[in-house]
Each structure stands twice: as C-alpha cells, then as structure tokens.
C-alpha cells in the first residue's frame, strides 16, 4: 500500500501500529499527533513516525488511514471533531480501542454512513504505556478484531487488512457487543479483579509488612495487569459497565460455591475445582 497514514495518539498501541505499517508499506509516509509534545519528540527520535502535524485538521486533510489509539472516551471526542473536517474521499478511518459498542455507536451518529468507519481492535498489549515501549512485534498472532458497520463494502474491508497485515495478526470480524462480551470476560473483568487483589494486599499488609516484601511468582502473574494505566482502563470499564456487572455477579457466584465447598471441608470438591480449572487453562491455544 501506498499513501498518508495519520496516527492520534502516539502511545504503546499507536506506536506499534506506526511500526508495523512503515516496516509493510515502506513508501507510506506516517503523520502522528498527541496532546502530549514529548510523546511527539520520542516518536520521531525513535523513527516510530515520519512527521509531525500542528493540528488534528492538518492531518486529517493529508490522510489515506487515519488511526485512532488515544484512550476510549477522547476516540470519541476525536471522531466528532473528524466529522466536521475537510477529508479525502477515500479516506478510512478506524481506532484501536478496547471496546467497541460506545464506539461504533458514536461513528454511526457522528459520520452517519458518509466516511469510512471501520472498528479495530488488537488483542495484545501491555500493562507498560507510551511510545518508548512501542514494538514491532507485539501483534505477531495475536487476534485482531475488526468491527465494520453492515453497509462497509468488501472492498473497503479488504483495503484496511492491507494496511494493518504488517502487523501479523489475525484479522477477524465480529459484531460490536459480542466484541464487548467476549473482552469483559477474558480481559476487562481479570483486570477489576487483579485491581481487587492488590488492594486486597495493600489492606493486609498493614497489619502484616512482610506480605509486600514476600509476594512471589504467583501474586506477582495474576496481578500483572494491575500495574496498567488507571485512565486508559477507568474508560473502558466505563464503556463495558453493562457486561462487567453481569460479569461479577456471576464471578459472585462461583466465589460464593467455592465458599461452600471450603466452609464444608469437601476435600474432593476442591480437588475437583482445581483440576477443571487446569484442564482448561492447560487447552488454551499458545498462540501468544
Ligand atoms: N495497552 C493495551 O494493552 C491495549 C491493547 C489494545 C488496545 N488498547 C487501546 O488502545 C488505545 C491506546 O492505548 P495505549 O495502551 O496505546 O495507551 P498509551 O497511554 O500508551 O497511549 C495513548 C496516547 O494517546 C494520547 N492522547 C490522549 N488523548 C489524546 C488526544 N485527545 N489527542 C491526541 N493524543 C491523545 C496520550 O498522550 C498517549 O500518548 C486505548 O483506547 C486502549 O483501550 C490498549
Ligand atoms: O497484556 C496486557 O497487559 C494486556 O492487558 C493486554 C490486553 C489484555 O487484557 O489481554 C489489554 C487490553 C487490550 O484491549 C487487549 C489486550
């Protein structure tokens, strides 16, 4: 592919994008934006982007792609500025948020079918933020999601795979709530919960200093994701309430059998979670 690519929002994920594209599509030329001009500077130092624009407008009006990788609730404030913006005619313009309902409905009421829409959202990252920490191969076979509205052409899909095949992922569409629902539960939802955790700790170790001094291999996996940025991931929680509330009953729920289970000292019950729980963590596609 050939032409403009303007990435907003110059972090971790849109870095990476930047990364991916360039090193596809050499004779593509990336234009980057962010509200913060020190992620602008590493972006060039670090050769992540080609150039960067004054203004929104300005990159807008240049663009064969634009990429949306700013956090959930500014990609919507963004679109709507876009929407009032001089653009090409052919102009595709897709995010890399993590949820996609809000999202899709926002492109919907904003763009009203008039531009090129198409939801994205890799499903691989890190809890580390920022350019600095973009990487060329964080996509490698992870899954991609794409979330076109039905009236998105064939076409128009295609071009877009083309862009982002750089990024070695598998690009796969699905509609935008059984996006949400699938997210809430195998990323949204062990994010609240190693959050629960930590602070379950932090609690503890007041009355007992050595629980942060001795936390091992274990605490230390489950509870990775906490580490992540508290803005980008308070939008998204917001976003996907509706999922992430039926979610934790349910996670209730399970805390609440295997409460009994404990309360009654069955033995094989527990062996019985343990080795359920195992049998499918053990199944799960290593393609990560
Ligand atoms: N981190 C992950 O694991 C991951 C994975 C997949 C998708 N995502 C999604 O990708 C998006 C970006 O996440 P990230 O991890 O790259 O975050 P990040 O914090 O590394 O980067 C976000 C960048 O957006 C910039 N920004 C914020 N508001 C802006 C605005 N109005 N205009 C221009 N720039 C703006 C910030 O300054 C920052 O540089 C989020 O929507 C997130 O939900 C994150
Ligand atoms: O590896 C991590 O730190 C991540 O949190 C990546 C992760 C995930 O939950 O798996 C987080 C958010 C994204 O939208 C996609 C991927």
């Not at 972006?43 to 700013?70: F, H, M, P, R, Y």
């Amino acid at each position: 592919m050939k032409g403009n690519v303007f990435i907003v929002g110059l972090g971790l994920i849109g870095g990476s994008l930047a990364l991916t594209i360039k090193n596809q599509h050499p004779n593509t030329k990336i234009y980057g934006l962010d509200v913060h001009q020190h992620e602008i500077e590493k972006a060039i130092e670090l050769n992540v982007i080609d150039e960067k624009v004054d203004s929104l407008q300005q990159g807008a009006e240049l663009a064969d792609l634009i990429i949306l990788s700013t956090p959930v609730v500014e990609l919507r404030k963004i679109m709507k500025q876009l929407s009032s913006m001089t653009l090409k005619d052919n102009v595709i313009i897709t995010d890399t948020g993590s949820t996609k309902g809000e999202i899709m409905e926002a492109a919907n009421e904003v763009f009203n079918g008039k531009v090129t829409f198409i939801g994205g959202h890799p499903i691989a990252g890190s809890h580390k933020t920022g350019v600095e920490n973009a990487d060329l191969h964080l996509f490698d076979n992870a899954y991609y999601i794409l979330t076109p509205a039905p009236e998105i052409s064939n076409k128009r899909i295609s071009e877009l795979k083309s862009w982002l095949s750089g990024t070695n992922a598998r690009l796969h569409i699905l509609d935008k709530d059984e996006h949400d629902y699938i997210v809430g539960m195998i990323s949204h939802l062990p994010h609240l919960i190693a959050g629960v955790l930590v602070n379950q700790a932090k609690k503890h170790a007041i009355r007992e200093p050595l629980i942060r001094q001795m936390a091992a291999g274990g605490f230390r996996d489950i509870t990775r994701i906490a580490s992540s940025n508290p803005s980008i991931w308070s939008d998204i929680v917001m976003d996907n309430r509706h999922n992430l509330l039926d979610l934790i009953e349910d996670w209730m729920n399970e805390i609440r059998k295997l409460t009994a289970v404990l309360q009654a000292g069955d033995e094989q019950a527990i062996h019985h979670f343990f080795e359920g729980a195992k049998e499918y963590r053990d199944s799960l596609p290593s393609h990560v």
